[in-house]
């Protein structure tokens, strides 16, 4: 209990510090003044690197499952994920580096979380398999899309995000019921095959709309 505990307080301190990162530059988003413009323009991509930072104090936690830890970590990274994400949005300032980095940071966060979850038989290994085959598919079909057609444009559709949004939610009770905080109930079957059907919805989708945009740029060459 002791463990747990410092655990706890050590994570506390972590995510309050970030937390106040994040609310510090929400609160300067608020009221800009003219000479922020240049660093307005940067704070959703320094939140998107304060979340890559946590990945692996988050990894490293949950393979020595202190659960309660990681749990508060990675809360604190869904916290980022939705500031960083409103800031670009709400003074138009993405970029092309944010396209990349932010879904890319998403994407790290949640396979080494699931990984792990699945490693100390939180999770079924199905579910992993689903959700590491689906993200590599993505990463190989942009790389090839890249390499033999043309530049990719990062768009995450409306059903990833929702897909995303859903595991984070997932695996963010799953962690609570690792520290014991909630118990493995109702939920975590509804859930798991919730978010099971959005991670297979969300890769077809993927593989129509890029398979479709490379049959197009592929004729779009070809003369005649």
Not at 97 to 126: C, N
Not at 153 to 168: D, I
Request: charged share 15%; net charge positive.
């Amino acid at each position: 209990m002791a463990g747990a505990r410092n655990d706890l307080r050590c994570a506390a301190a972590t995510s309050t510090a970030a937390a106040a990162a994040v609310a510090l530059a929400l609160a300067a988003a608020a009221k800009p003044a003219p000479m922020s413009a240049a660093i307005l323009k940067h704070l959703p991509n320094a939140l998107t690197l304060l979340r890559a930072v946590l990945i692996p104090v988050i990894a490293l936690l949950l393979w020595q499952q202190r659960y309660g830890a990681a749990l508060v970590l990675f809360a604190l990274c869904a916290l980022s994920d939705l500031a960083d994400g409103w800031l670009a949005r709400r003074f138009d300032v993405r970029t092309r580096f944010g396209a990349i980095a932010d879904p890319l940071a998403d994407k790290l966060a949640m396979l080494a979380a699931t990984v792990l979850l699945t490693w100390h038989g939180w999770l079924p290994w199905w579910f992993a398999a689903l959700v590491v085959g689906r993200d590599v598919m993505i990463v190989a079909g942009a790389a090839a899309y890249h390499l033999c057609i043309g530049r990719v444009e990062v768009a995450p559709t409306r059903l990833s995000k929702f897909n995303t949004g859903l595991e984070f939610t997932f695996l963010t009770g799953v962690m609570a019921a690792g520290a014991g905080l909630i118990d493995k109930g109702l939920w975590w079957t509804v859930l798991l095959y919730l978010t099971t059907t959005t991670i297979l919805a969300s890769g077809t989708q993927y593989a129509l709309l890029w398979g479709g945009k490379a049959v197009r740029a592929l004729r779009a060459r070809t003369p005649g």
